[in-house]
Nanobody
Framework: QVQLVESGGDLVQPGGSLRLSCAAS????????MGWYRQAPGKQRELVAS???????NYADSVKGRFTISRDNAKNTLYLQMNSLKPEDTAVYYC??????????????WGQGTQVTVSS
């Protein structure tokens, strides 16, 4: 079994910052690409940022320059530093990872989500 557990969501004022974390645990051989998605009420889930195992990153245009994705491969943990938060960043944020439990397999996993609310 593999689990992704997010933390760090909170209520924050516009212009504020938050840091999300996602810890992977269980029977893990290797973690490949990881990413953060978000889903606002009434909207589809969208990619926020992703990072490869080697550290190459990709960001949605709406968060470029404000959010930073990073990972600690030794700790099997993914982070999202969110600065200059806006009300439109309000959503449930989900961690996503492609994880191999053995040398030749790869599966997609999702965390349970953490709520980020940006409001004054």
């Amino acid at each position: 079994q593999v689990q992704l557990v997010e933390s760090g969501g909170d209520l924050v004022q516009p212009g504020g910052s938050l840091r999300l974390s996602c810890a992977a645990s269980g029977s893990i051989f290797s973690i490949y690409a990881m990413g953060w998605y978000r889903q606002a009420p009434g909207k589809q889930r969208e990619l926020v940022a992703s990072v490869t195992k080697a550290g190459s990153t990709n960001y949605a245009d709406s968060v470029k320059g404000r959010f930073t994705i990073s990972r600690d491969n030794a700790k099997n943990t993914l982070y999202l530093q969110m600065n200059s938060l806006k009300p439109e960043d309000t959503a449930v944020y989900y961690c996503n990872a492609r994880i191999g439990r053995a040398a030749r397999d790869e599966y997609e996993y999702w965390g349970q989500g953490t709520q980020v609310t940006v409001s004054s």
